[in-house]
């Protein structure tokens, strides 16, 4: 693996894939190198990358004692591209179920697996499919393990232009350089303007090729329940646009636990206004593990 300094505290380590692809993963280590914290491992969702994690968790999490690390997909960020150079999207499910357990499997000790948005589907088949080592599984405003079908109707029948155009900005990209689609798809109102045009900036470089083929990924869903006791945490946003309270609801069902909806917060809720609010839920759960 190789290391190169992104930041004074933010490094990036090469994961090399059973297949050879090379991931970019984004390292944070605990601020006290004598905690006995479990480490944190982070998966992003589509048109994002390891640097959606960087930005406040990981200066929030490295602080109370966990090392964090947030990997890019293949295809996203820095990591190599999918081997078939004509390949249209990076991956599938499984593809990116296997390459999350590869690298959670290299770590010295168990992690809690956070993933947001179909990263969060891509930790469930991490969880249940492949049957990775975890010791706890954290899902942020996760495409339930149905998929994203239902909830594109419900918003359609809800709010029929709104959801086409939604969904135009996801086929064709338009929230890259429409400032008004990106907050309507990612952020609250009250983000400023300039950490908009920020994060706008940083999705627009992020997706080298689509992470999944939506209408193959219904060929692996749903995906399997986790076995009861399994530790599972899911937390979503009132103001999300894309991923719905009914399928937070629909996911914690899933994971057998009560979900946390935080209000005022919209989809990117690591990036998002209220981003503490998420990361003191979430650092509240983690502390629960094994107390109950």
């Known amino acids: 693996a190789t290391r190169v300094s992104v930041s004074s505290s933010v490094q990036t380590e090469t994961h090399v894939t059973a297949d050879g692809i090379r991931l970019e993963v984004f390292i944070k280590r605990a601020a006290s190198s004598s905690s006995s914290k479990p480490p944190i491992v982070f998966v992003h969702g589509s048109y994002h990358a390891a640097w959606c994690w ?6 929030y999490f490295a602080n109370k004692g966990h090392d964090c690390y947030a990997i890019s997909m293949r295809g996203q960020g820095g990591s190599d591209m999918p081997p078939d150079p004509d390949s249209a999207v990076a991956g599938t499910i499984e593809t990116h179920a296997t390459d999350v357990s590869g690298f ?14 179909f990263g969060g589907l891509i930790a469930q088949a991490v969880c249940t499919v492949n049957k990775a080592d975890l010791v706890g599984l954290a899902l942020l405003a996760s495409v339930p393990p149905t998929g994203n079908g239902p909830m594109v109707g419900r918003f359609m029948r809800k709010s029929p232009f709104a959801s086409l155009k939604i ?5 064709a990209g338009a929230f890259k350089s429409n400032q008004k689609l990106c907050r309507e798809c990612f952020f609250s109102k009250d983000l400023p303007d300039e950490t908009l045009k920020k994060h706008m900036a940083q999705i627009a ?12 990924m219904n060929k692996s869903l749903p995906v399997p329940k986790p076995a009861n006791g399994c530790n599972v945490f899911v937390m979503g946003g009132s103001d999300d646009f894309v ?26 809720l690591m990036l998002d206004t209220r981003w503490e609010k998420a ?14």
């Open 205 to 216: 470089t992020s997706c080298n090729v689509r992470l999944l083929d939506l209408k193959a």
């Open 167 to 171: 969904t135009y900005a996801f086929v």
């Open 104 to 117: 959670c499997a290299s770590l010295p000790t168990a992690p809690v697996l956070v993933g947001h948005s």
């Open 243 to 268: 991923v719905d309270v009914e399928g937070v609801l629909e996911t914690a069902e899933w994971g057998h636990t009560k979900a946390v909806i935080l209000e005022n917060t919209a989809h990117d």
């Open 279 to 292: 990361a003191e839920a979430l650092e509240g759960w983690m502390g629960s593990i094994g107390k109950e």
């Open 54 to 59: 960087s930005e406040h968790f990981f200066e």
